[in-house]
């Protein structure tokens, strides 16, 4: 079988020739991928003219619903993608973790997008800046799409996950992509890709896939386009360093294989849970995916009094691994994904023991169930103890991208920190303690070399993801050896793929260009009540100048007795001396809420609830005698899906400014209510 490529909105098959990938536990040939005749340049070029028109004039929204359909769609054809991993040796567990979690991706982008961006093409970044001293030039930030296309290059080791963890950013921000995954196992994910294009959900040019070799691809790219990479920090390095990726400032994101690191805390001795945690989390991450992961631990932190313990914990559990073809029953533990791959791991191992002693495994297994011990990529468990590592550098900077992990001994809180920070930077470490100041020490302290850190204990173990799952919802990547850089962490993620830029100008042109009312700007007379206005009939800047109410002593004391807030500033006067207040002071909660009944229109309308309140600020002490006032202005609007069964809406976002009878503002907050639409024609 050959694999195709898709190139321009059209299926390319590969040559003759191609590279021969082979199923990992029985060595038989599982297809050929090459991709000779592809014109790179002419891809990276329809996908910036098509791909990118396409999505850039998509809302966030619009683009969110594109990858919820996606996701629902590949959800129901995900047996047949299992069919197809269990050739890279990916047992069934390793295959959820790779298909569904990758799919789960695009469960997550889709939501965040929804729920936490605007109805937008664009995105307004952070709060206005006020350049001027009468107010009238701002300054803001924007966030636009870039007009070039994302190229990802992927690792082998999670073909499916690899490709919909980047594309569900670069999606949801508006932008292309190419997909280049690694040639070994990049049969999972062509089939994959082909139910994506059948699908038909996503427009023309969002996505293209290269099968094969993608060599010279980087001479084509130019300074709107973002490259990605995720493999061997060497061959990263090598592209990052590429003449044209240099020359034109191309954003590129690296995320390398890390040594990364678990650290037991003196407290979980034998007997205690968090000990029982450390020894299952420790070999569930040397065993899933055959440890070829690049969060797996490498690196087994341990207290000096608890090494040998560690030790008889891990190789009582490693004893008890299955290893064989994961298509056979009771196999928990499938091979590497190639021979090449095992040659690799074999040879780290070596270069291991030269510093370390071996105290399990360390080459191929005796026995597997079913497969071909000399064909398929079989390795064992493979443990090591160093026992000084603070002499010895081969643990702190060979890696094993296999079942290989060594434990190392520490002596106090200040060796532990010490010795996860010779990993030289990593994606991911993990503490396991009860003590919650052992936690925050060495959290703190070791957070600067690492990207992520999970603290396990008994408390959270039911529910924890675990040490090696990165989560959309977190960033992904790490430091220094890590690659130094940054995927997913929800909304964080989006903004690698789109251009910050800062405007300035008039309030009332930044409300113009941004969508959200800015603080200067021109307030418009709505004609009517705007609560009489449907979401669609509602305009940025409509303003209503309510009447205004005088503030009494007996508002006070009532509002006290309806709330039960007592607080010495509303009720006993004699207490104010050596306050920041003059005398009796109103509630702040009763300025608002006199606020919401002087810009409410009790009448009913388009306004169907209060949705919430955001940025509240009491600015000015209100006494009493004090008159106040409200100016509602309509600040933003955030057009909801339609839901069938419910009244089609929008959230409104007003602009509440509360003032007194100098007409300085007392209080400010943003009111959120639901705004119905128009009633269809």
């Known amino acids: 079988m050959k694999l195709l490529n898709y190139a321009l909105g059209q299926w390319v098959e590969g040559s003759e020739d191609g590279a021969k990938l082979l199923d990992a536990s029985t060595g038989q040939l599982v297809a050929m991928a090459s991709s000779k005749g592809l014109d790179f340049g002419e891809m990276l070029d329809y996908a910036r003219r098509i791909g990118n028109k396409e999505l850039r004039n998509l809302t966030f929204h619009e683009r969110a619903r594109l990858l919820k359909a996606l996701a629902l769609h590949l959800l129901e054809h995900k047996n047949k993608f299992y069919e197809v991993s269990y050739q890279t040796g990916a047992t069934k567990i390793d295959s959820w973790i790779d298909i569904e979690g990758g799919i789960g991706n695009l469960f997550v982008y889709s939501s965040k997008g929804r729920r936490e961006l605007p109805n937008e093409k664009f995105l307004v970044d952070g709060a206005a800046e006020f350049l001027s001293k009468e107010g009238s030039f701002l300054g803001h930030h924007i966030l636009t799409p870039k007009r070039g296309c994302a ?46 294009i059948a699908s038909n959900i996503l427009p023309p040019g969002a996505l293209q896939l290269i099968s094969g070799s993608a060599n010279g691809i980087l001479d084509h790219v130019t300074s709107q386009d973002v490259v990605t990479f995720t493999g061997s920090a060497t061959t990263g390095l090598m592209l990052k360093s590429h003449e044209n990726i240099l020359n034109n400032n191309i954003p590129f994101n690296l995320e390398a294989d890390s040594l990364n690191s678990s650290i037991l805390g003196p407290d979980a001795v034998p007997g205690t849970q968090e000990f029982d945690l450390f020894i299952k989390e420790v070999s569930k991450e040397m065993t899933i995916k055959a440890g070829q992961k690049c969060t797996a631990i490498r690196r087994i932190i341990v207290p000096a009094n608890l090494a040998g313990d560690v030790r008889d914990g891990l190789i009582k559990r490693l004893e008890k691994v299955t290893i064989g073809d994961p298509r056979t029953k009771d196999v928990r533990m499938g091979p590497l994904a190639s021979l090449s791959q095992k040659e690799e791991v074999l040879a780290r191992i070596e270069e291991l023991k030269k510093d370390s002693e071996l105290v399990f495994g360390g080459g191929t297994p005796k026995e597997i169930l079913g497969g071909d011990l000399d064909k398929g990529a079989f390795i064992s468990p493979t443990l090591l103890y160093c026992d000084k590592p603070f002499n010895n550098s081969n643990v702190h900077n060979v890696e094993a991208f296999g079942p290989v992990s060594t434990i190392i001994p520490y002596k106090n809180i200040e060796e532990a920190a010490e010795l996860s920070h010779m990993g030289l930077g990593s994606l991911v470490s993990s503490v396991v303690t009860n003590d919650n100041d052992f936690a925050r020490d060495i959290v703190l302290e070791t957070a600067s070399s690492h990207g992520r850190i999970l603290v396990l204990n008994r408390h959270c173990a039911k529910e924890s993801t675990g040490h090696g799952s990165p989560m959309p919802q977190l960033v992904h990547g790490g430091p220094g050896r890590a690659g ?99 005398k009796r002071v109103a509630h702040g909660y009763f300025i608002i809420s006199a606020a919401a009944g002087l810009f409410v229109d009790p009448g009913k309308g388009p306004v169907l609830a209060n949705y919430g309140l955001d940025d509240l600020r009491f600015i000015k002490p209100v006494y009493v005698g004090a008159t106040i006032g409200v100016r509602l202005t309509c600040k933003e609007k955030v057009e909801q899906e339609d839901r069938e069964g419910e009244t089609p809406k929008g959230v409104v976002k007003w602009l509440v400014d509360v003032y007194d009878e100098t007409g300085e503002s007392v209080a400010i907050a943003t009111i959120l209510t639901l705004v119905s639409k128009l009633p269809k024609k």
């Open 151 to 196: 190229i990802h290059i992927n690792a082998y080791n999670f073909p499916v996950w690899g490709m919909l963890e980047k594309v569900a950013v670069n999606i949801l921000a508006g932008v292309p992509a190419i997909v280049k995954p690694a040639t070994s196992t990049s049969y999972v994910t062509e089939a994959v890709f082909k139910e994506i």
């Open 484 to 582: 130094g850089g940054e995927e997913m962490g929800g909304i964080r993620g989006v903004h690698h793929y789109m251009q910050r830029t800062a405007i300035q100008g008039h309030p009332t042109t930044l409300t113009a260009i941004t969508n959200v009312y800015q603080a200067g700007s021109e307030q418009l007379n709505p004609g009517v009540h705007p609560f009489k206005k449907h979401f669609e009939e509602l305009k940025i800047g409509d303003t209503h100048v309510t009447h205004k109410r005088t503030v009494t002593e007996t508002d006070i004391v009532n509002f006290a007795n309806v709330s039960w807030d007592h607080f010495y500033a509303h009720t006993d006067e004699t207490s104010l001396e050596g306050t920041i207040f003059e």
